[in-house]
């Protein structure tokens, strides 16, 4: 399946199927997975990456564990609205799981996720610098999976009724 837009990917899932969304970073990923409704994003999980193979053997697991029917990933979108390096990889990252799993899967501009997860943890929670370091990348994860749900909710909101 083809990488699709946020406003076309509720079409895509089947009822009973659930959005994961991914936060790839150079060490971890950070996973997030939707409510039935595709309304809420919960933190999940934090896996530490090894190499491709075994991080998409890894990832395949936990979308047949979870019932997950779309993954939505991340994009580390530079300020100017320009696509580097680290944008690049993340694409084929995408190219690579789309290989091994036919899911629809949607890119989500990820700008200052992981800094406002950062500042939330620090000014709402209170939380120590070393806690922060184990929960920052999933929390990351479910902040850019529900930007993606709510981005949805409000295409289909607009969409005619059938």
């Not at 699709?4 to 936060?23: K, M, Y």
């Not at 996973?31 to 990456?49: F, G």
């Not at 019932?67 to 190219?95: D, H, K, Y």
């Not at 091994?100 to 406002?116: F, K, N, Q």
Request: glycine share 6%; proline share 4%; net charge positive.
């Amino acid at each position: 399946m083809p990488v699709i837009a946020i406003a076309e990917f509720r079409s895509h899932l089947r009822r009973g199927e659930r959005a994961i969304g991914l936060d790839l970073g150079t060490r971890t990923i950070g996973l997030a997975l939707s409510d039935l409704t595709l309304t809420v994003a919960t933190p999940r999980e934090t896996l530490r990456r090894v190499r491709l193979r075994a991080d998409l053997d890894l990832l395949l697991a936990r979308l047949a564990e979870w019932e997950v029917g779309g993954v939505v990933i991340g994009l580390p979108v530079s300020m100017n609205g320009q696509e580097g390096p680290r944008c690049q990889a993340t694409r084929q990252f995408g190219r690579d799981l789309l290989a091994r799993a036919d899911l629809p899967l949607a890119y989500w501009d990820e700008r200052l996720s992981t800094a406002a997860v950062e500042r939330m943890l620090i000014d709402e929670v209170d939380m120590s610098r070393r806690r922060r370091r184990e929960v920052v990348d999933k929390t990351a994860a479910a902040y850019i999976l529900q930007g993606a749900l709510d981005a949805m909710a409000i295409a289909a909101s607009r969409q005619p009724p059938r």
